[in-house]
């Protein structure tokens, strides 16, 4: 659920929407405007139960490449060496 405030920072969340990313059959999914509560100082989002399920049904689509994807260019850094 929602904390009153970021549990890292103790900074204000505010309610908007960002973008929510993660790895999935190989490639980087994004999922777009995903309503959140977006800490103000550290920007770390808190999503509602309803929109973590969303999300999770979407990664599971995505893993089982059920997803209808619009492709994206991406670029790739690693910190590595
Ligand atoms: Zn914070």
Request: with cysteine.
């Amino acid at each position: 659920m929602i904390p009153d405030h970021c549990r890292f920072c103790k900074g204000k969340l505010h309610e908007g929407t960002t973008e929510f990313m993660a790895h999935a059959a190989g490639e980087v999914i994004v999922i777009k405007d995903v309503p959140a509560y977006v800490c103000e100082q550290c920007g770390e989002a808190y999503y509602t139960t309803g929109t973590s399920r969303k999300i999770d049904g979407v990664m599971r689509d995505a893993q089982a490449k059920k997803l209808c994807m619009r492709p994206l260019p991406a670029g790739e850094v690693s910190l590595k060496g």
